[in-house]
């Protein structure tokens, strides 16, 4: 099979309300295309609401050997999908953290980069930080959570964290939730940049100023951060260099599981700045 034969897949399951890929997902797979397309290769993307349709997908594929391999996101504890592909027979590059024996993994240090987070809240005076993260079967949702856990109890910091599903709706839900049960909150982080940007619609309909009152941290970098008013401050990783890294573990067949730390860099915006006196 030449490259240009080759064709592989990946399913996206959304989060509630949400149209389309995600930012961060949009991100990677341009990454993996720039390479992909180089090769002659496609990659096949299929959108879904649960995983049971993911893993349905996974059977219409295999059964028609319409992919040669899959890429894996947004791992769980205890995930069926690796062995599932195994035993259809589809081989598997997972992006993230994974105990499963897969053929290649994409590492991504999720706890750096929440310790990296609250580093940069606490160096701004911050000593109340709530937390809305993403849903909690996800690996690398526990893997921020204990992050987080852990910095602000080294820190002495009050810290205060509830779970979302990376919606907007969960994003105004929860930050309400943690507004009211300590209004002596001075920074909120959220797991994504669409729960960020409708806590700054809570905000502002509590007459609660951001960054002077309250500062705003987002995850992952994007356009909704950039465009949002105030704009918002946010956890930055190269998603593109992350893709580039996924598409070269596809065409290697042969890769070994690879472990990559990519660089965070804090990107201060308007939502941010020194807690209040």
Same mark, same amino acid.
């Given at each position: 099979?030449?490259?240009?034969?080759?064709?592989?897949?990946?399913? $996206?399951?959304?989060?509630?309300?949400?149209?389309?890929?995600?930012?961060?997902? +949009?991100? #990677? #797979?341009?990454?993996?295309?720039?390479?992909?397309?180089?090769?002659?290769?496609?990659?096949?993307? *299929?959108?879904?609401?649960?995983? @049971?349709?993911?893993?349905?997908?996974?059977?219409?594929?295999?059964?028609?050997? &319409?992919?040669?391999?899959?890429?894996?996101?947004?791992?769980?504890?205890?995930?069926?999908?690796?062995?599932?592909?195994?035993?259809?027979?589809?081989?598997?590059?997972?992006?993230?953290?994974?105990?499963?024996?897969?053929?290649?993994?994409?590492?991504?240090?999720?706890?750096?980069?929440?310790?990296?987070?609250?580093?940069?809240?606490?160096?701004?005076?911050?000593?109340?930080?709530?937390?809305?993260?993403?849903?909690?079967? =996800?690996? *690398?949702?526990? +893997?921020?959570?204990?992050?987080? @856990?852990?910095?602000? %109890?080294?820190?002495?910091?009050?810290?205060?964290?509830?779970?979302?599903?990376?919606?907007?709706?969960?994003? $105004?839900?929860?930050?309400?939730?943690?507004?009211?049960?300590?209004?002596?909150?001075?920074?909120?982080?959220?797991?994504?940049?669409?729960?960020?940007?409708?806590?700054?619609?809570?905000?502002?309909?509590?007459?609660?100023?951001?960054? %002077?009152? =309250?500062?705003?941290?987002?995850?992952?970098?994007?356009?909704?951060?950039?465009? +949002?008013?105030?704009?918002?401050?946010?956890?930055?990783?190269?998603? $593109?260099?992350?893709?580039?890294?996924?598409?070269?573990?596809?065409?290697?067949?042969?890769? +070994?599981?690879?472990?990559? &730390?990519?660089?965070?860099?804090?990107?201060?915006?308007?939502?941010?700045?020194?807690?209040?006196?």
């Amino acid at each position: 099979m030449g490259d240009a034969d080759r064709v592989f897949g990946t399913v $996206r399951r959304k989060a509630p309300g949400q149209r389309g890929l995600d930012q961060f997902y +949009a991100g #990677l #797979l341009s990454g993996a295309d720039r390479v992909l397309d180089e090769q002659g290769a496609s990659m096949i993307i *299929h959108i879904v609401g649960s995983l @049971e349709e993911e893993l349905a997908t996974f059977r219409r594929w295999a059964a028609a050997g &319409t992919v040669e391999a899959i890429v894996l996101s947004d791992l769980l504890v205890d995930d069926p999908r690796p062995g599932i592909c195994a035993d259809l027979g589809l081989r598997v590059v997972a992006v993230g953290g994974v105990e499963h024996d897969v053929q290649a993994s994409v590492r991504v240090d999720n706890d750096s980069a929440m310790s990296d987070a609250v580093a940069f809240l606490a160096d701004l005076g911050h000593r109340a930080i709530g937390r809305v993260s993403g849903p909690g079967e =996800l690996r *690398h949702t526990i +893997a921020r959570s204990e992050a987080f @856990e852990r910095e602000t %109890a080294e820190r002495g910091i009050r810290a205060l964290s509830l779970e979302g599903d990376y919606g907007e709706a969960s994003g $105004r839900a929860r930050t309400a939730e943690l507004l009211d049960a300590d209004p002596g909150l001075t920074a909120l982080v959220f797991d994504n940049d669409l729960m960020a940007a409708a806590a700054l619609d809570v905000a502002a309909e509590r007459g609660i100023a951001v960054p %002077a009152e =309250l500062s705003v941290l987002a995850w992952d970098d994007s356009a909704v951060c950039q465009l +949002a008013r105030p704009a918002l401050s946010a956890v930055s990783r190269d998603v $593109r260099g992350l893709g580039e890294l996924v598409a070269r573990a596809l065409l290697d067949a042969d890769a +070994a599981a690879q472990s990559v &730390t990519q660089g965070i860099v804090i990107v201060a915006r308007d939502s941010t700045a020194a807690a209040p006196a």
